[in-house]
Structures are given as C-alpha cells and as structure tokens.
C-alpha cells in the first residue's frame, strides 16, 4: 500500500484574524477511507476545501500521488468534490449534470456510455431526464456522486455527504457508500460532525479541534484508547473520572474508592476514561464491594433502550452512566430505580487519558 | 369572523384605491366627445386620432429606440456591478464603488437631471462635443441612472445563488470564464431579463431626466405627453394611457415572472 | 489567477462609464455652483483664471443667497413638510395593506402582491394624470359629492397642496408596501399568536409585537418614499396650484427660467448633501458591516 498517496503537510490558514487551521499534517493511503471528524467551527470543512483547492492556505503543501497540486487550480486538479448542498446545476437535467465534467473532451457517443454505466452503478437509470427539482434528497445526493465520480478521480472529497438525508434514509447510503468505495478503490476523505458516521465510514479518522487533529487513528483505536479528554467525551459515551496518586494505588474523591491501574503513570493527577458498557452492574445482594475497581451506588435514572439499559448510577458526588446489555428473557438484570447495585470493572477498561 | 372581515375590506379597499384612477382614465378614452369631462357616448374616435397623430407616434417611437438601447447598456453594466459586488474581492476605492452604483437609485431626478445637462455643456465647451443634446445624450443619461436598478436586482439574486455550485462546476473542470458563461449568467438569466425589463420600462417613463438632456428632434413620448397635459386634459393623451397602462402592465407581469425571487 | 481577466472588465467598466457620466456630473455641479455668476453664455465665470498669472475665482455667494432668501428656503421647507405628510399617509395605507397581504395564505398572498405592485409599473405620469380627471370641476369625485348631496356646488379640489398629497400618496404607495410586505413576510406569524396566548390583546400585540419587529420595514419604506417625494416636480406642476412653492420647481425655475446657472447648482448641490449623502454613507457602513460578518 501506498501510504503517501495524499499528503498534508504543515497547512495552516487564517480568515482574518482568525486561524481556522494549525500546521495541519496527514498522510493518506491509496482506497483509504478516510473521515475529518469535528464539531462546527473545528477547520474540517476548510481543510477540505483546501483540498479541492477553492482556499488556498496560507502555508504548507498538498501533495496527491507524488504531485504536488497546492497552487492548481480546481479545474486542474485530478480530484473532485462532492458537496454538501450537491450544488447541482438546477438549469440542467440529471444526464446534463452527469455528463457535465466529461463533456469537453469525449464524443457524444462516449458521454452517453459513460452516463449510462455511472447510472446504472447508482441505479439511477430511470432519472436521467428529470429535473434536479423533481429529484428526492436520495436521489439527488446520488446524481451529485455520479456527477464526481464519472471524472474518475484519483481522490474524492465528500463534505457531509450524508448530512441532508433523513435518518433512514442515511444508514442504507452510508452502507452503500462503503460498498461502492470498496467496488471502486478511490480514495474517499469525507467531513462529518455526526461520530457514528465518521465510525462506520472510516477506515482511518482524524479528530479535529479548533483548527488542530487531536489524533488520527481507526475507528476502533480512538473509541477504545482515545488519547485526549476531548475525544473521549466526543466518541461515544464516557464517564470521566479524575485520579490521583495516593500511595500505592490511585484515588479519586469524586467517587470515594481506590482504583488499580495496571500502568505506571507520569502524572500524580490525571484523567481516566470508564466506557459505560465495560461496567458490569449487579444486586447488592450478590456480591460483596471489594475496595478496588468497584463501587456501590444507587439507580438514579433509567432508560430502556431495546438492546440496552442506560442507567445514571449515583455515587457520592458523581453520576456515572453504564450500559447494560439485556442478554436474557426475564428481567434478571432489570434494576429498579432507586435501587442499590455495586458496578465493577476489570483494570484493563481503565484508560488513561494523556490531556 | 370580524378580524377577516376587516382584512378583507382593507384589502379590497386599498386595491380600489391603487385602480380606480387607471379604470377612470380608460373609462374616458371611450368618451365621444372632445371636452373631455363630458360623456358624449362610446366611442373609438381617439384612438384614431391618436394613431394618425403623427407628433404622438414619431415620439413613441423615439422612446422606444432610447429605452431598448439604454435598458440594453445599463443591463450589460449593471450585471457587472451586481457581479463585482458578490463575487469579486478586490475592487479598488470599494466605497466609492457602491457609492457610484447606489447614489442614482436615491438622487432625485432632478438634481440627476441637472447634473447630466451641466456636464454635456461642460464636455461641448472643452471637446466640442456633444455639439447639441438629442437622442444620444437621453441615451447616456438613462443609461447612468438605470444601471443601479438592475445591478441591485442582480446583487440580490447571486447573493442568494449558492456559490457552491460555481465550485462544482470548477470542480468538475471549467475555468472562470467558462464557469461564468456556462453556470452563472445562465442561472440569472432570469434575473438578468428581468432587470432588462425594469430598465426599460423605466426609461420609457422618464420625463424629468429627459426634459433636461433631451434637445432638438429628441422629443420622447413623456415630453409630448407632459406639454399636452401640463394645463389642461387631452382626449388623446386618454387613449394613449389606455393603450400605454395596459402594454405596461403586461412588461409587469412579465417581471414578475422573471424575478422570481420576489416570490420567495 | 488565470482566466480571471473578465473579473477586470466587469469592475473597470461600470466603473469607467459612472465615473465619467455619474461622478463628473456631480462634480460640474459643484464647480458651477461655487463658480461668480456673471451674464453671458455660459451665464458663469471660470474657476481657474489665467490671465494675469494663475487666480482661483470661486465664490459662496450662491450658497449664501438662497440661504439667505426665505423664497429657497421657504420652498425646501414646504418640500419637507410635503414628503412628511405623503410619507405618513403612505404609512397609514400601505402598513395595514402589507400585513393583510402578507398574513394571507400563499397564493393569494403572491397575486395581491403583484395586484399591488402593477399600478407602479404604469406610467408615471399618467397616473398622475388621471388624478387630474378625477378631481377636475365636474370630474367624478365632484359628481359623488353633489348627487350625495354633501355639496350644493362642484369643489376647487385641484391646483391645490391637498391634491399634490393625493397625487404622491397615490404615485408612491407601492414604494411603501414592497419593503414593508418584505419584513412583515419574513416574521413568524406564530409570534402573534404567541402574544396572543400570553394574554395581550390585539391593540397590544400589535404595539409590543408587530409594530416594533417591523420597524426596518418601516423605516426602509418611508426613505423610499421621502427622499424622491423631496425633489418630486412633476405632481405639484400638474396637481398643484400657486398656493405652496416646493423645491423642485424652483430649482427648475432658477435654472430655466432665471438662468441662474450657478444658483440652481448651488441648489441642487445642497439637496444632494442635505438628502441623498445621510443614506448614501449608513449604506456603505451597513454593506461593510454585513460583509464583515459574512464569513
């Protein structure tokens, strides 16, 4: 695998007085798909828009399969770019749009193949006369994707490609994108404020924060060992818990109890992420509260989810959230609210958090 | 029940308000007689009068020329204001700009008027020319003061246009020029008709601006009218509003179909 | 940036054709207007003089005597009271006329809207004209008054300042409407029914609510309205009688009839400072503020 197909290096870009990205570097792989995760205003669409070169930044390089395209043009550049809006041209019908990138340098012949084999590949056949106004969301996010990807590009950019669907809609396209990403072996970097999308698109995604990555990893690594405090929240539900050094062991006074961490730690005081669902909750009456890595509290909050309870569990001054799977018929591990319950973990769930 | 009762009587009072005068005009154009205020009997006299009145007509067609001309300039440089204003960064003097390009909206015509006729004396004085004010300086002048109309119709409508959509179109392989003739001017186009229309209709129904840049042989059809009317009645001048309101109205409704961005 | 050359034309265009046609104007009138006024054609002296070496010869005589004059200023002030009173009228009809429209359901709301603004793509000066016909001696409105009975003999309602006020109101209502359909439009209807069930009664929503969201609309409309109703000539000259001077007439007399070159651009210059520069200036600040807090 080609690990340097796209490179980012040292990119920042300023609007004003204001710096919307920091020395930004990433490197990208040949059919890699890749999501720029972050909440508004985190430099993940700038970043992209860097990309399909409509801002140029302020310093820094973009390199794509060993060239370096930083000052093309976007009409230059062998990428293309789906937006957010699809910004489809409304003057144009669906075969017009599509065969709008390839119009200039094939013959007619070779246009009308071309749109037919990109719209059989999205099963949009049927559509190739309509109006961009007659189309449903669906369809429309469709012919913008056909619109990019008849140009074969050796990159597409996708700003939320996902975000003007309704919510049903979404899951079906977000498996059908992964598909065809696989099908076509493109290089996919897409932009997302929604975590559960960025998860299971991305085969690698990057956090973003005020114009800086937080960390770049696979979906799995960043849920389970997230580096930062920031993403531990972001990903996921997490209960943060703070610690400090107390002799031998670790104590924190939010909770009241000593925890064992099987790492040596830098830091006498430092941060530590307990994911809901590695907590195991049982009755009061089963099992006595041993000191370490466990805790007794009371049901505060419950909410039934199908496959899941949520409860909030308090505990001294902390509330702390566990998932529960609901393995079983009977309501064995169906605890009331109000009632008493010991949670516990093993050490290995505990994860240290760097910042 | 009572607040829609008052809605509607507002409504349809206002309504009556804006078109009783416009039915009373048409009314008398129908009138026989020649004292105006007298009704005589249905007749088509005027309009007969009016078509073989060869002052009226020569006038019309004058206007006509000068509003096509004029609407057709000013659009051409009103789409490049509303363009520069929306799309461009960098515009020297940027303030004077917008100064220029929104300051005849709100001059009163008068002072435009004034200012247009003190210059082309001014210009004859130092090149030789204009060497008298006619049709060509009615042209100039209308076209100054149409551009801002349709630049601000044009700045509204690519405020609204989505620029993504020029991105794509980039994205997808076409340079600026390209971009502009194949995604923008023919996504205003509509807009851009519109603004034509506006122009036009405008200079057509200019009298005061004319009045002061018009000059031998440029007699425009608000002129004529104006020195008919100025004193007295003129059972022509109705048939002509007859005739005149109802051609308007039509390049009206036309607007509107245009610019669609009143609608929402 | 390449192919970008027709951004250059697009700017430099317009801008040459208002520069020379819009800005130099301007500027000739306030030469002539701080020019000795002299007989002779042109009926002023040059401001550069070279005879005797180089003089400067410019003067604010022409400032000082119509500010000096009650019969200018007299008629810049009946200008202002004018447009006062059209714009309020305008106001009165128009405000109640937009909320109706635009609290309408949307398809009738669109073709009352063109209803209304049609009237304004008519002529001008026919409209005008057709007021003429209207309150003549024995035009319709005397007629209604005496079959009513409510006069014995046929009213003056012409050649008079009330029937100016008639003719602008008339001419310049659409003016009023479209700008405050347009902010009434935007706001939420929910909000008056909000008002409602927080218990304020319909004086009182339209006071705490309606009125005060809706006051760009107002004040947008009624500059549409004063500014050009201030140099408006055309309907005192055909509505109005001798009874009131307004401002526009007497820049067209001191200019075509007293050929006072100078004194009409001193005029004129002084309409452009006293109106037009207030709004041209907020409107500049206002567009730099908004593409400030665009991105």
């Not at chain 1, 195991?280 to 909410?303: D, H, P, V, Y």
Request: aromatic share 14%; glycine share 6%; proline share 4%.
């Amino acid at each position: 695998m080609d690990n340097n197909f796209l490179v980012i290096e040292n990119i920042s870009k300023s609007f004003g007085d204001n710096k919307v990205l920091e020395n930004i570097n990433l490197n990208i792989s040949k059919s890699e798909f890749f999501g720029l995760l972050g909440s508004s205003g985190s430099g993940k669409t700038t970043l992209l828009r860097i990309l399909g070169g409509f801002e140029k930044p302020d310093t820094g390089r973009v390199m794509l399969d060993g060239t370096d395209i930083t000052n093309l043009e976007p009409f230059e550049r062998p990428l293309n770019y789906m937006f957010q809006s699809y910004a489809l041209f409304p003057h144009l019908n669906v075969f017009n749009n599509l065969a709008f990138g390839i119009k200039e340098n094939f013959t007619q012949k070779e246009i009308e193949i071309n749109v037919r084999n990109i719209a059989e590949l999205l099963s949009i056949e049927h559509l190739l006369n309509r109006r961009i106004k007659q189309l449903s969301g669906g369809e429309q996010q469709r012919v913008a994707l056909g619109r990019c990807l008849i140009k074969k590009p050796k990159l597409l950019l996708l700003d939320e490609p996902l975000a003007a669907l309704d919510k049903k809609l979404r899951s079906k396209t977000q498996l059908e994108l992964t598909t065809l990403q696989k099908k076509l072996k493109i290089t996919f970097v897409f932009v997302t404020h929604d975590q559960e999308e960025a998860m299971s698109l991305s085969d690698r995604m990057a956090i973003m924060k005020n114009g800086l990555i937080l960390e770049c990893s696979s979906p799995e690594e960043i849920y389970e060992n997230p580096k930062s405090l920031y993403t531990a929240n972001f990903i996921g539900i997490a209960n943060i818990i703070e610690i400090y050094k107390k002799g031998e062991n670790f104590y924190s006074d939010d909770l009241g109890i000593n925890f064992k961490l099987n790492k040596e730690l830098k830091n006498t005081k430092t941060n530590i992420l307990l994911r809901p669902e590695k907590i195991k909750i049982q009755s009061i009456n089963n099992l006595k509260t041993s000191s370490f890595n466990s805790f007794s509290g009371e049901i505060l909050e419950k909410s039934y989810l199908g496959s899941f309870t949520r409860y909030e569990i308090k505990i001294k001054n902390m509330i702390i959230s566990v998932l529960d799977q609901n393995f079983n018929s009977n309501s064995n591990y169906n605890f009331p609210k109000g009632e008493k319950v010991i949670c516990s973990w093993e050490s290995e769930s505990i994860k240290v958090l760097e910042d | 029940m009572k607040s829609s009762l008052i809605k509607s009587t507002v409504i349809f009072l206002g309504l009556f308000f804006l078109y009783f005068p416009i039915l009373v005009l048409i009314f008398y154009s129908f009138n026989e007689n020649k004292r105006v205020m007298v009704w005589k009997g249905f007749s088509l006299r005027w309009y007969n009068e009016l078509f073989n009145n060869e002052q009226i007509i020569e006038a019309f067609i004058i206007s006509i020329k000068i509003a096509a001309l004029s609407a057709t300039f000013a659009t051409i440089l009103g789409v490049m204001i509303g363009y520069s204003l929306v799309r461009i960064r960098k515009i020297p003097f940027k303030s004077f700009y917008i100064f220029l390009s929104s300051t005849p909206l709100v001059l009163p015509e008068l002072i435009l008027g004034l200012s247009m006729l003190l210059f082309f004396i001014s210009l004859n004085n130092v090149i030789g020319f204009p060497s008298s004010r006619g049709q060509l300086t009615i042209f100039i002048s209308h076209v100054t003061f149409c551009i801002a109309f349709v630049a601000i119709i044009i700045q509204a409508r690519l405020t609204d246009f989505n620029k993504n959509i020029e991105e794509a179109a980039m994205d997808l392989g076409y340079n600026y020029t390209k971009v502009l003739y194949k995604i923008t001017l023919p996504i205003i186009l509509p807009s851009i008709i519109a603004g034509w229309l506006l122009a036009f209709t405008i200079s057509l129904d200019d009298l005061v601006v004319a009045s002061f840049t018009t000059g031998p042989g440029a007699n425009t059809l608000p002129i004529v009218v104006f020195s008919k009317v100025r004193l007295g009645l003129s059972p022509e001048v109705n048939a002509l509003s007859a005739i005149l309101m109802f051609a308007l109205i039509i390049i009206g409704l036309f607007y509107f179909y245009f610019n669609k961005k009143f609608k929402h | 940036m390449k192919n970008k050359l027709f951004e250059k034309y697009f700017v430099f265009s317009p801008y040459f054709w208002l520069v020379l046609f819009f800005f130099i104007p301007l500027a000739i009138i306030f030469k002539i207007s701080i020019s000795v006024s002299e007989w002779g054609m042109p009926p002023y002296q040059d401001i550069f003089l070279f005879d005797n070496g180089f003089k400067i010869n410019t003067t604010f005589e022409n400032y000082v005597y119509i500010f000096s004059d009650y019969y200018y200023i007299g008629s810049f002030v009946n200008s202002l009271i004018l447009a006062l009173i059209s714009t309020f009228f305008c106001l009165l009809i128009g405000f109640p006329l937009a909320f109706y429209i635009a609290t309408s359901n949307i398809r009738l709301r669109n073709i009352l809207l063109v209803l209304v603004v049609i009237p304004f793509w008519s002529s001008f000066l026919l409209r005008v004209y057709a007021w003429k016909i209207i309150l003549q001696n024995n035009g319709i409105l005397n007629v209604i008054l005496l079959n009513l009975g409510i006069t014995s003999e046929p009213l003056q309602l012409l050649y008079n300042q009330y029937a100016v006020i008639m003719g602008i109101v008339y001419t310049y209502l659409p003016l009023m409407i479209l700008p405050l359909y347009g902010y009434l439009n935007k706001f939420d209807l929910n909000l008056i029914e909000a008002s409602k069930d927080l218990g304020l009664n319909r004086i009182k929503t339209f006071f705490k609510v309606i009125l005060p969201l809706s006051v760009p609309g107002i004040v947008a409309g009624s500059l549409l309205v004063f500014i050009p109703v201030v140099g408006e000539f055309i309907i005192p000259e055909m509505l109005g009688g001798s009874d009131r001077l307004y401002y526009g007439k007497i820049l067209w007399e001191e200019f075509f009839v007293n050929r006072n070159w100078p004194g009409a651009s001193a005029l004129a210059f002084s309409g452009i400072i006293i109106l037009v520069l207030p709004i041209v200036i907020f409107q500049i600040l206002y567009s730099h503020w908004s593409q400030k807090n665009e991105i």
